[in-house]
């Protein structure tokens, strides 16, 4: 799972640093759809379901994904607008650009919620609970690997530096 994760870390960091060149929605729209089946796999193997619960909870998973989706491309360009703005980072810029970031984080974590609440509705709190832990474990081991890839600002101006 963990290359699988790296991959699509090597995706997004390709989509977003390359020259920093924009990436264009039908390039976004390819990453997260990548992100998307790698995503349901992980998630097959740490939520299992079965029966009755397995057609209710994967009903509700994918609704969940394709929700999901439009936060995910706000992500990436976030990525994108916080690499473009390392070349003239102003206090505006900045406050801006983490602005967006806890929107984005906020509406993820709505979302997450909002579908827990949905899962334990149709199966059970512990199916949900799964799902809800795997889909934090994901969102995690992902942004901590792209931001490993990607230095702070802080990091930039010293190695600027020497």
């Known amino acids: 799972?963990?290359?699988?994760?790296?991959?699509?870390?090597?995706?997004?960091?390709?989509?977003?640093?390359?020259s920093y060149a924009q990436t264009s929605d039908a390039e976004a729209e390819a990453l997260v759809n990548l992100l998307g089946v790698q995503k349901k796999e992980a998630i097959s193997k740490l939520v299992p379901v079965s029966g009755k619960d397995s057609v209710a909870f994967w009903k509700i998973y994918d609704e969940y994904q394709q929700?999901?989706?439009?936060?995910?491309?706000?992500?990436?360009?976030?990525?994108?607008?916080?690499?473009?703005?390392?070349?003239?980072?102003?206090?505006?810029?900045?406050?801006?650009?983490?602005?967006?970031?806890?929107?984005?984080?906020?509406?993820?974590?709505?979302?997450?919620?909002?579908y827990y609440k949905k899962i334990k509705a149709a199966t059970n709190a512990v199916v949900a609970f799964e799902f809800y832990q795997a889909e934090v474990y994901l969102l995690t081991q992902l942004r901590a690997q792209i931001m490993q890839q990607i230095p702070t600002y802080g990091q930039l101006l010293a190695t600027m530096k020497k």
Do not use: C
């Not at 799972?1 to 997004?12: G, P, S």
């Not at 989706?69 to 983490?98: F, G, N, V």
């Open 1 to 18: 799972m963990k290359i699988k994760i790296t991959l699509t870390t090597v995706f997004f960091i390709i989509g977003i640093s390359g």
């Open 67 to 114: 929700l999901n989706k439009a936060t995910a491309k706000s992500r990436i360009s976030l990525y994108e607008k916080t690499a473009m703005a390392y070349s003239h980072m102003t206090p505006a810029a900045a406050d801006s650009l983490a602005n967006k970031y806890f929107s984005n984080r906020m509406e993820q974590e709505k979302t997450l919620e909002t």
